[in-house]
Antibody, heavy 119, light 113 residues
Framework: EVQLVESGGGLVQPGGSLRLSCIAS????????MIWVRQAPGKGLECISY????????HYADSVRGRFVVSRNNGMNSLYLQMNSLRDEDTAVYYC????????????WGQGTLVTVSS | DIVLTQTPLSSLVTLGQPASISCRSSQSLVYSGDGNTYLSWLQQRPGQPPRLLIYKIFNRFSGVPDRFSGSGAETDFTLKISRVEAEDVGVYYC?????????FGQGTKLEIK
Protein backbone atom coordinates (compact mmCIF):
# COMPACT_ATOMS: atom_id res chain seq x y z
CA GLU A 1 0.00 0.00 0.00
CA VAL A 2 1.33 3.40 -0.99
CA GLN A 3 1.68 5.69 2.02
CA LEU A 4 3.02 9.17 2.55
CA VAL A 5 3.28 10.45 6.11
CA GLU A 6 4.19 14.05 6.85
CA SER A 7 5.56 15.29 10.15
CA GLY A 8 7.35 18.25 11.63
CA GLY A 9 4.56 20.80 11.69
CA GLY A 10 3.76 22.93 14.71
CA LEU A 11 3.61 26.43 16.10
CA VAL A 12 6.51 28.73 15.26
CA GLN A 13 7.08 32.44 15.64
CA PRO A 14 7.46 34.72 12.63
CA GLY A 15 11.04 34.60 11.40
CA GLY A 16 11.50 31.10 12.74
CA SER A 17 12.29 27.83 11.00
CA LEU A 18 10.79 24.37 10.69
CA ARG A 19 11.75 21.23 8.83
CA LEU A 20 8.97 19.07 7.46
CA SER A 21 9.47 15.43 6.60
CA CYS A 22 7.51 13.09 4.39
CA ILE A 23 8.19 9.39 4.77
CA ALA A 24 7.20 7.20 1.85
CA SER A 25 6.39 3.51 1.87
CA UNK A 26 4.80 0.92 -0.40
CA UNK A 27 6.49 2.03 -3.61
CA UNK A 28 9.89 2.71 -5.13
CA UNK A 29 10.39 6.23 -3.79
CA UNK A 30 13.47 6.90 -5.91
CA UNK A 31 11.41 6.48 -9.09
CA UNK A 32 9.04 9.35 -8.45
CA UNK A 33 9.08 13.10 -8.60
CA MET A 34 7.54 14.72 -5.53
CA ILE A 35 5.77 17.97 -4.72
CA TRP A 36 4.86 19.94 -1.63
CA VAL A 37 1.43 21.55 -1.68
CA ARG A 38 0.01 23.76 1.02
CA GLN A 39 -3.49 24.84 1.95
CA ALA A 40 -4.10 27.86 4.14
CA PRO A 41 -7.09 27.55 6.49
CA GLY A 42 -10.30 27.62 4.46
CA LYS A 43 -8.41 28.31 1.24
CA GLY A 44 -7.38 26.49 -1.91
CA LEU A 45 -4.30 24.54 -2.88
CA GLU A 46 -0.88 26.00 -3.70
CA CYS A 47 2.01 23.94 -5.08
CA ILE A 48 5.14 25.40 -3.52
CA SER A 49 7.89 22.99 -4.47
CA TYR A 50 8.84 20.21 -6.86
CA UNK A 51 11.80 17.86 -6.88
CA UNK A 52 12.71 15.25 -9.44
CA UNK A 53 13.32 11.63 -8.55
CA UNK A 54 17.11 11.92 -8.39
CA UNK A 55 17.20 15.40 -6.97
CA UNK A 56 18.59 16.93 -10.17
CA UNK A 57 15.86 19.51 -10.62
CA UNK A 58 14.00 21.61 -8.07
CA HIS A 59 11.40 24.29 -8.52
CA TYR A 60 9.82 26.71 -6.07
CA ALA A 61 6.83 28.99 -6.11
CA ASP A 62 7.65 32.69 -5.94
CA SER A 63 5.99 32.85 -2.53
CA VAL A 64 8.66 30.63 -0.94
CA ARG A 65 11.70 30.93 -3.20
CA GLY A 66 14.78 31.90 -1.22
CA ARG A 67 13.19 30.84 2.09
CA PHE A 68 12.27 27.18 1.59
CA VAL A 69 14.51 24.35 0.44
CA VAL A 70 13.28 20.97 -0.76
CA SER A 71 15.47 17.89 -0.54
CA ARG A 72 15.18 14.13 -0.48
CA ASN A 73 17.04 11.06 0.70
CA ASN A 74 16.12 8.15 -1.54
CA GLY A 75 17.95 5.70 0.70
CA MET A 76 15.68 6.73 3.56
CA ASN A 77 12.53 7.06 1.39
CA SER A 78 12.23 10.57 2.69
CA LEU A 79 11.29 13.99 1.37
CA TYR A 80 12.03 17.16 3.28
CA LEU A 81 11.06 20.81 3.28
CA GLN A 82 13.30 23.21 5.21
CA MET A 83 11.29 26.34 5.91
CA ASN A 84 13.14 29.47 7.02
CA SER A 85 12.12 33.07 7.66
CA LEU A 86 8.56 31.96 8.23
CA ARG A 87 5.75 34.48 7.87
CA ASP A 88 2.18 34.60 9.08
CA GLU A 89 1.01 33.82 5.56
CA ASP A 90 2.89 30.50 5.61
CA THR A 91 0.30 29.16 8.05
CA ALA A 92 -1.21 26.17 6.30
CA VAL A 93 -1.54 22.42 6.12
CA TYR A 94 1.42 21.11 4.15
CA TYR A 95 0.96 18.03 2.00
CA CYS A 96 3.53 15.96 0.16
CA UNK A 97 2.35 14.18 -2.97
CA UNK A 98 3.78 11.76 -5.49
CA UNK A 99 3.86 12.79 -9.13
CA UNK A 100 3.81 10.16 -11.84
CA UNK A 101 6.17 10.88 -14.70
CA UNK A 102 4.38 10.65 -18.01
CA UNK A 103 1.01 11.59 -16.53
CA UNK A 104 2.03 14.36 -14.13
CA UNK A 105 -0.88 13.30 -11.96
CA UNK A 106 -0.37 13.79 -8.22
CA UNK A 107 -1.74 10.36 -7.48
CA UNK A 108 -1.01 9.83 -3.78
CA TRP A 109 -1.08 12.40 -1.02
CA GLY A 110 -0.16 12.39 2.63
CA GLN A 111 -2.62 13.44 5.33
CA GLY A 112 -0.79 16.72 5.81
CA THR A 113 0.93 18.48 8.69
CA LEU A 114 -0.22 21.82 10.09
CA VAL A 115 2.21 24.71 10.33
CA THR A 116 1.08 27.71 12.34
CA VAL A 117 3.16 30.86 12.24
CA SER A 118 2.15 33.20 15.02
CA SER A 119 3.63 35.27 17.81
CA ASP B 1 2.13 31.62 -13.84
CA ILE B 2 -0.74 29.79 -15.50
CA VAL B 3 -4.07 30.82 -14.02
CA LEU B 4 -6.89 28.29 -13.88
CA THR B 5 -10.41 29.66 -13.49
CA GLN B 6 -13.15 27.30 -12.38
CA THR B 7 -16.87 27.81 -12.77
CA PRO B 8 -19.09 27.56 -10.89
CA LEU B 9 -17.47 28.10 -7.51
CA SER B 10 -20.31 26.27 -5.85
CA SER B 11 -22.90 23.82 -7.06
CA LEU B 12 -26.02 22.49 -5.37
CA VAL B 13 -27.07 19.24 -6.99
CA THR B 14 -29.90 16.79 -6.39
CA LEU B 15 -28.86 13.19 -5.74
CA GLY B 16 -28.82 11.23 -8.97
CA GLN B 17 -28.59 14.33 -11.14
CA PRO B 18 -25.55 15.31 -13.20
CA ALA B 19 -22.99 17.95 -12.31
CA SER B 20 -20.46 19.76 -14.44
CA ILE B 21 -17.46 21.90 -13.57
CA SER B 22 -15.50 24.01 -16.01
CA CYS B 23 -11.82 24.90 -15.83
CA ARG B 24 -10.38 27.52 -18.13
CA SER B 25 -6.65 28.10 -18.43
CA SER B 26 -4.92 31.42 -19.13
CA GLN B 27 -2.78 29.67 -21.73
CA SER B 28 -2.62 26.40 -23.59
CA LEU B 29 -1.82 23.41 -21.38
CA VAL B 30 -0.27 21.44 -24.22
CA TYR B 31 3.31 20.68 -23.20
CA SER B 32 5.58 21.48 -26.13
CA GLY B 33 8.05 18.79 -25.12
CA ASP B 34 5.75 15.86 -25.77
CA GLY B 35 2.38 17.17 -26.94
CA ASN B 36 0.59 15.95 -23.81
CA THR B 37 -1.86 18.06 -21.83
CA TYR B 38 -1.23 17.77 -18.11
CA LEU B 39 -4.59 18.75 -16.72
CA SER B 40 -5.89 16.82 -13.73
CA TRP B 41 -8.97 16.90 -11.54
CA LEU B 42 -8.86 16.28 -7.81
CA GLN B 43 -11.54 15.87 -5.16
CA GLN B 44 -11.13 16.99 -1.58
CA ARG B 45 -13.71 15.67 0.83
CA PRO B 46 -14.16 17.56 4.12
CA GLY B 47 -11.20 17.03 6.42
CA GLN B 48 -9.34 14.90 3.88
CA PRO B 49 -6.34 15.44 1.61
CA PRO B 50 -6.97 15.85 -2.09
CA ARG B 51 -7.58 12.71 -4.12
CA LEU B 52 -6.72 12.31 -7.79
CA LEU B 53 -9.75 11.61 -9.98
CA ILE B 54 -8.65 12.35 -13.56
CA TYR B 55 -5.26 12.90 -15.19
CA LYS B 56 -4.27 14.10 -18.66
CA ILE B 57 -7.73 15.52 -19.31
CA PHE B 58 -9.83 12.33 -19.38
CA ASN B 59 -7.97 9.37 -17.82
CA ARG B 60 -9.65 8.06 -14.68
CA PHE B 61 -7.29 7.15 -11.87
CA SER B 62 -7.45 3.68 -10.38
CA GLY B 63 -10.58 3.10 -8.33
CA VAL B 64 -12.41 6.20 -9.51
CA PRO B 65 -16.03 5.43 -10.40
CA ASP B 66 -16.94 5.72 -14.05
CA ARG B 67 -19.57 8.34 -13.28
CA PHE B 68 -16.63 10.78 -13.29
CA SER B 69 -15.41 11.87 -16.71
CA GLY B 70 -13.12 14.55 -18.04
CA SER B 71 -12.97 16.28 -21.39
CA GLY B 72 -11.53 19.29 -23.13
CA ALA B 73 -8.45 20.55 -24.90
CA GLU B 74 -5.95 23.42 -24.99
CA THR B 75 -7.46 25.89 -22.52
CA ASP B 76 -10.97 24.62 -21.78
CA PHE B 77 -11.71 21.56 -19.70
CA THR B 78 -14.71 19.99 -18.01
CA LEU B 79 -15.30 17.50 -15.23
CA LYS B 80 -18.67 15.79 -15.34
CA ILE B 81 -20.37 13.60 -12.77
CA SER B 82 -23.11 11.68 -14.50
CA ARG B 83 -25.18 10.96 -11.38
CA VAL B 84 -24.17 12.64 -8.15
CA GLU B 85 -24.00 10.47 -5.05
CA ALA B 86 -23.80 11.56 -1.42
CA GLU B 87 -20.10 10.64 -1.21
CA ASP B 88 -19.31 13.16 -3.96
CA VAL B 89 -19.73 16.09 -1.57
CA GLY B 90 -16.53 18.11 -1.36
CA VAL B 91 -14.39 20.58 -3.25
CA TYR B 92 -13.14 19.85 -6.74
CA TYR B 93 -9.95 21.32 -8.14
CA CYS B 94 -8.42 21.32 -11.58
CA UNK B 95 -4.64 21.31 -11.60
CA UNK B 96 -2.12 21.92 -14.37
CA UNK B 97 1.30 20.27 -14.37
CA UNK B 98 2.37 21.47 -17.81
CA UNK B 99 4.51 24.26 -16.42
CA UNK B 100 5.96 24.97 -13.01
CA UNK B 101 4.65 26.34 -10.77
CA UNK B 102 1.91 23.78 -10.95
CA UNK B 103 -1.30 25.67 -10.31
CA PHE B 104 -4.81 24.87 -9.19
CA GLY B 105 -8.19 26.33 -9.87
CA GLN B 106 -9.94 28.08 -6.99
CA GLY B 107 -12.03 25.03 -6.25
CA THR B 108 -15.71 24.23 -6.77
CA LYS B 109 -17.74 23.24 -3.75
CA LEU B 110 -20.27 20.51 -4.52
CA GLU B 111 -23.20 20.14 -2.16
CA ILE B 112 -26.28 17.99 -2.21
CA LYS B 113 -29.65 19.69 -2.47
Amino acid sequence: EVQLVESGGGLVQPGGSLRLSCIASGFSFSSYNMIWVRQAPGKGLECISYITSYDDTKHYADSVRGRFVVSRNNGMNSLYLQMNSLRDEDTAVYYCARVVAGTAGADYWGQGTLVTVSS
Amino acid sequence: DIVLTQTPLSSLVTLGQPASISCRSSQSLVYSGDGNTYLSWLQQRPGQPPRLLIYKIFNRFSGVPDRFSGSGAETDFTLKISRVEAEDVGVYYCMQATQFPYTFGQGTKLEIK
